[in-house]
């Protein structure tokens, strides 16, 4: 009972918070309305007796990544200049895939029983680990995933940097100053 | 709902809900730092510091309380001014950014451990309580994401004030988080190898039985202090606020207790900060050199020792104040009748808690013997040793923490000021490299020493 009413709790300020990031015309709020969605996640990440994920999601979601939104957001100065349209061309075809979306999750909600079990889902850290890189056990773990998972991310960052020095770094070249501190 | 209440013995309730009680020592932080911290620049840069507030007691005249007397102004007067906010503010991000630091202060100590697992017979039940409120077994993990989350507080702050000072004072922090957030988590994770677990008494267990984790990992402990440091944005890294720069950043805009939230919050997030170094690097809660099992089976000559040190301190105290009167009487000063006079009241107030403390040490010394039951082949004792036990740890702990708290103090005062470039460079480049390969050589080390999977 007691996990249910938590779960009702936090699910509700998930989903209203997500449909907050929708409504709001000011990105700045799009973006703390999704911090509020990530952390009531991560609640019901710990409800799922799984703490790791849960404290994962803060702290990269919320904490690292909606950061640097932030950051991005106010170093671009969007929220003061820019004020986006709620619907323009591109919702034409975003809007019906949201809606199937919704229509398949809502169909999978209602056909399966909602229940808790406490001891059926578990997420402790020992597992989560075991489950990931352990390959002794069970299958060959994920670890050459998670490290091609890394070897990715780390090209497409310096690709990124790649670009960004392009188009930045040229024009400078010529106009090299003698910085005085 | 009452299998839940029964499940457990109703003093394992009470001691559980006291111990939210915890949530409440880093804003005790706070009474001991703000005092510490002035008169402390005042000591290092060779002037008194604020100290001239005082209260009147009937014989003894001007008490000032080493200027804590001005502290408590000053807090009062921060308490009672006007919230004001100027017209071109976002309303509502404005009064709320003041409120997140503070409230994530209140929540973050819940996974520290504040004395060791306690284990004791009441009655005929064994009860068993967890030194720490939240018993997760993310432990620091949880800590992290909070205290990553509280810098939202000082970026919303510096856009919501609508002024380009408090912008970039915003900006700066939020770039500061990310950078320094990754150097923090990277440098611990040698120390989480090593004991092999999130869970701070564990980490803590596994210094008891090896060495302290300053010894383990040296490298570690300093690039976690500069980030600890970096992290909370106090000078040297004050980039956030840079006063010569921005006026005072984030918080340009915010006046009387909104200003004294922020302040408050940082002032207590030093104080979980030190107590966790304290707990990942020093040892934690257990006492130097003397075993757990040794504490509880000589639990009342271990209070007597706790009560001869508090002597000590009080003796060091008289002395120091013995030493100020000495100088006071021969120095031409035209307030020094008023300065001896109240120095009167602290010879007295010691001299009279010297005897007490002693006669008490030397009682439970004494008198105090514990009988243990043998459960499953392991000592428990009663409750009365446990909490002597507690007592103990607990002090230990306060104490380490309280000594990095001047370590935060000593290098606010000391070191001149980073410019904001500068704070990038050594947080992407220097320390995020020495971590990475701090970690790798201990990964490799702890691999073929200790031949973990």
């Known amino acids: ?181 | 709902m009452m299998e839940i209440l029964t499940s457990r013995h109703w003093l394992e309730w009470a001691i559980t809900i006291a111990k939210f009680a915890f949530a409440f020592v880093p804003i005790g932080f706070i009474l001991l730092l703000i005092p510490l911290e002035r008169r402390g620049a005042g000591f290092i840069q060779d002037r008194q510091g604020p100290n001239r507030s005082y209260f009147k007691l009937p014989y003894f005249g001007r008490i000032r309380l080493f200027g804590w007397v001005q502290n408590a102004c000053d807090g009062l007067k921060l308490f009672f001014k006007e919230v004001y906010a100027p017209n071109h503010v976002h309303r509502i991000l404005f009064a709320l950014a003041p409120a997140i630091p503070f409230a994530i202060v209140l929540i973050s100590p819940c996974v520290i451990p504040w004395f060791a697992p306690m284990v004791f017979t009441f009655g005929d039940a064994v009860i068993r309580i967890p030194g720490q409120t939240v018993d997760s077994e993310v432990g620091v993990l949880l800590l992290f994401g909070l205290s990553s989350l509280s810098a939202y507080g000082a970026v919303l702050a510096g856009w919501a004030s609508n002024s380009k000072f408090s912008l970039l004072g915003g900006l700066r922090t939020s770039a500061m988080t990310i950078s320094y957030e990754v150097c923090l988590g990277l440098s611990l994770m040698g120390m989480l190898l090593l004991a092999g677990s999130f869970r701070i008494d564990e980490i803590i267990a596994w210094q008891d039985a090896h060495v302290w984790g300053i010894v383990a990992q040296p490298v570690a402990f300093f690039c976690f202090l500069i980030a600890m440091i970096a992290e909370t944005g106090r000078a040297p890294f004050d980039v956030a606020e840079g006063e010569p720069e921005l006026v005072a950043g984030f918080h340009t805009e915010y006046g009387a207790m909104q200003f004294g939230l922020f302040y408050m919050g940082e002032y207590s997030h030093i104080g979980i900060n030190s107590i966790l170094v304290a707990c990942l690097f020093l040892g934690g809660y257990s006492v130097p050199f003397v075993e757990m099992s040794t504490i509880q089976a000589n639990v009342g000559i271990s209070l007597g020792v706790l009560c001869g040190l508090i002597v000590l301190a009080l003796l060091a105290f008289l002395h120091m104040i013995y030493r100020y009167s000495r100088w006071y009487k021969t120095s031409s000063a035209s307030n020094k009748e008023v300065i001896l006079r109240e120095y009167s009241l602290y010879k007295l107030l010691a001299w009279a808690a010297v005897p007490v403390v002693l006669v008490l040490g030397i009682l439970s010394a004494l008198f105090f013997h514990p009988e243990y039951t043998i459960i499953n082949g392991e000592m428990v004792y009663g409750a009365g040793v446990a909490f002597g036990t507690a007592l103990i740890q607990l002090l230990t702990l306060l104490v380490k923490a309280c000594f990095f708290c001047w370590v935060w103090i000593w290098v606010r005062w000391t070191l001149p000021r980073f410019r904001y470039d500068h704070v990038m460079h050594l947080g992407w480049k220097v320390i995020l490299n020495i971590a990475l390969i701090n970690l790798v050589v201990t990964a490799v080390i702890a691999k073929l020493v200790l031949g973990g999977n």
Not at chain 1, 25 to 35: D, E, H, I, T
């Open chain 1, 1 to 181: 009972m007691l996990p249910m009413i938590y779960f009702v709790l936090l699910g509700l300020i998930a989903a209203g918070s997500a449909v907050c990031v929708f409504l709001s015309k000011n990105p700045l709020y799009g973006a703390l309305s999704l911090v509020v969605t990530m952390v009531s996640l991560a609640g019901i990440y710990g409800l799922l007796a799984s703490p790791f994920v849960g404290v994962v999601q803060v702290m990269v979601y919320a904490g690292a990544i909606m950061m640097l939104l932030t950051f991005v957001i106010m170093i671009l100065n969007a929220a003061r200049d820019v004020v986006t349209p709620r619907f323009d061309r591109v919702s034409i075809f975003v809007l019906p895939a949201i809606l199937v979306l919704a229509g398949l999750l809502a169909f999978v909600l209602i056909s399966t029983p909602l229940q808790f079990h406490a001891e059926a889902v578990r997420g402790s850290v020992a597992l989560t680990s075991a489950t990931l890189f352990d390959m002794s056990k069970e299958g060959p773990g994920y670890f050459i995933l998670f490290e091609a998972i890394g070897l990715l991310l780390l090209s497409a960052m310096a690709t990124a940097v790649l670009l960004a020095k392009k188009r930045l770094g040229t024009p400078e070249r010529e106009t090299v100053s003698k910085e005085v501190h």
